[in-house]
């Protein structure tokens, strides 16, 4: 996002409404040969918080989820300012674990924490202490990643394979280096490693790295953004100390003027495998950017590929997107998913040109995540190898049935859910008996809104054309923020199979809509004066012998389900440990008709 002594210039911008220029005071070019490894394996360090009087260690922050604002089945940050998640990974008892960019001070970017939040089931969350504090004044613990070092490769582990080791940037005024820090309780505590850097550089741009194990050639692999240079660095290492550059991917998509947070992944291809030119998965470089987003501010890109373990090898030249909105940006995937599986990753569900002035300010804290979204890589009429992203278990918070009709055909339902709790529902409608030899027509559109103020959000497809369109510009929040846009729209195509589909969840101050199963998707933050309490879901003018099923359902109030007579949640005040009791829902992908 920043250096960070450039903030403040980027905060003003946004308030006076001047175009943002991204400064950067780049020395760098870190390149590769400017990268120190450090050699020592020896597990000493420090665990060193420096102490800042409103910032608690060893307890979570308490924080209020009651406001209208508050997002149900979304994760955010009891208070203060979240940006990217990180170091996210699902231990060996099957808990997710989610750090996040903290700013527990304010409702600002800045003061960068690695706050830490665990579930079971990933909507409902105990927010846990913050796992790692900067050291001093100067510095931001910034975006990095987490893995589990079962073979104690590190040596930081001689009598445990559960240990976990933290890889994240250290932010300065003079520079950015690539540091660990190792965890014997199962990552709600770390140890800041004594031989840090284990990547040094001169450069205040060289950030984000997020690591994973390459089984084929048994070497820890990180990318890392070197953001000016529009390069993502790529490293190999045996034991997360000592990092050999491999290679650079460079220049590649739209670069914007700064390459964040990058990802790699290993995609399972459906139908792959079959054919002897068909790979059963493909790789997936994910290169956020800020600013520079065609839609303004910050977006997600990716690439498909190959990879050996030192090089990842573009398919083709296209740059694809995650989302079709605005608000999709840093995600990461979860480590220790195994390999062949739908992968799942979590976005921060914000955009850089507005997250500091949104309204949720005033219920005291700012941004949330989007819901957990599945992947993996399919086949697409006409767009070709595409991700698909579609919300990873939905199904363990869906809570009452609002709404269900089998036979709809051309209609209307009306949901009324003012007695909902959570103000939070999640919708889908299947349209089938589409024919393949007459020109498809027909409109399915929703509307989301307040009676009491008339404000809506709305949106829906254009099932002849494929298109899919969302629009938030009737609610009042940031309405005169120029950077705000109302309405976003993109074209999916109909593949012939007779069927067409939209689903969503709405969540009080946040949007999710996936058409098709997730070929494509789109995370939208809006803000009402008045929260909203009506959806109404129109289909018309359909082909003859097509019909719909729509079913309408209320979703958990997952963070009020927790919190006391004030709506306030403690978090885990207990012990070092989660305390939620284990679920055994279903990781599969929701199929509710
Ligand atoms: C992306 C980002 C990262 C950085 C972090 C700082 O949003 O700018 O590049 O590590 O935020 O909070």
Redesign the pocket.
């Known amino acids: ?2 250096p960070s002594t450039a903030f403040t210039t980027v905060l003003a911008s946004l308030w006076t409404g001047i175009a943002i220029a991204q400064t950067s005071d780049s020395t760098n070019s870190a390149s590769p040969s400017t990268v120190s490894s450090n050699t020592s394996t020896a597990a000493s360090g420090t665990s060193s918080a420096y102490s800042q009087s409103d910032v608690p260690t060893g307890t979570p922050l308490p924080g209020n989820y009651a406001g209208p604002l508050r997002p149900q089945v979304h994760f955010s940050p009891p208070v203060g300012f979240m ?2 998640p990180n170091g996210m990974f699902v231990d060996q008892d099957g808990l997710y674990h989610l750090y996040y ?1 903290y700013n527990p001070t304010d409702t600002v ?1 800045g003061n ?1 924490h690695w706050g830490h939040a665990t579930s079971h089931d990933l909507y409902n969350w105990t927010n846990q202490p913050i796992a790692i504090f900067p050291g001093g004044p100067g510095e ?1 613990i ?2 990095g990643s987490a893995v589990i070092d079962v073979n104690n490769t590190s040596g930081f582990f001689p009598n445990q394979t559960n240990g976990v080791v933290a890889i994240y ?1 250290l ?1 300065t005024p003079e520079r950015q280096t690539q540091e660990i820090a190792y965890s014997y309780d199962n990552g709600y505590s770390f140890i800041k490693y004594s031989g840090n850097p284990v990547i040094g550089s001169n450069s205040t741009q060289f ?2 790295p997020k690591v994973i194990w390459h089984e084929a050639t048994e070497r820890w692999v990180m990318v890392v ?1 070197y ?1 000016v240079d529009f390069e993502v660095g790529i490293f190999s290492s045996p034991n997360l100390i000592e990092w050999t550059a491999e290679s650079n991917f460079s220049h590649y998509g739209i670069t914007g003027l700064q390459y ?2 990058p990802n790699m992944v290993e995609l399972p291809v459906v139908g792959g495998g079959e054919a002897e030119d068909s790979p059963s998965t493909l790789w997936v470089m994910l290169i ?1 950017i ?1 600013p520079g987003a065609p839609l303004g501010g ?1 977006i997600t890109q990716y690439f498909l590929g190959t990879f050996n373990g030192t090089h990842f090898e573009a398919l083709d030249s296209q740059t694809r997107l995650t989302d079709f909105a605005k608000d999709n ?2 995600g990461q995937f979860f480590y220790n998913i195994p390999s062949g599986q739908d992968q799942v990753s979590i976005n ?1 569900a914000s955009n ?1 040109q507005y997250t500091n002035v949104v309204p949720t300010g005033e219920e005291g804290f700012r941004s949330s995540m989007s819901v957990p979204r599945g992947h993996y890589i399919a086949d697409l009429e006409r767009f070709g190898l595409s991700m698909i992203s579609y919300p990873y278990n939905i199904s363990s918070v869906v809570d009452t049935e609002l709404a269900s009709n089998s036979s709809l055909g051309n209609g209307t339902v009306a949901v009324d859910y003012s007695a909902v709790e959570s103000g939070a529902l999640y919708f889908e409608a299947n349209v089938t008996g589409l024919p393949d030899d007459s020109p498809l027509t027909g409109t399915l559109n929703f509307t989301f809104m307040s009676s009491a103020s008339g404000e809506s959000v709305s949106g829906g497809t254009f099932i002849s054309s494929g298109d899919v369109w969302f629009n938030r510009g009737n609610t009042e929040g940031l309405a005169s923020n120029p950077y705000f846009n109302n309405k976003f729209s993109q074209t999916g195509l109909y593949d012939g199979s007779g069927s067409w589909n939209i689903s969503g969840i709405v969540d009080r101050s946040i949007i999710e809509v996936f058409l098709n199963g997730g070929q494509l998707s789109a995370s939208s933050v809006f803000f009402p004066s008045q929260p909203f309490d009506l959806m109404i879901l129109r289909v018309a003018g359909l082909n003859e012998n097509a019909s719909v099923s729509v079913g309408v359902w209320s979703l958990r109030a997952t963070w009020l389900d927790q919190a006391n007579i004030n709506g306030t949640v403690l978090g885990n005040v207990t012990t070092g440990n989660d305390t939620g009791a284990t679920t055994t829902a279903s990781m599969e992908a929701v199929k509710l008709f």
Do not use: K
């Open positions: 996002m920043y940006n990217d960019q970017a960068q931001g910034f975006s940037t932010n950030r984000d953004a953001p964040e947070c956020s800020n910050s940006y840093a921060w850089w």
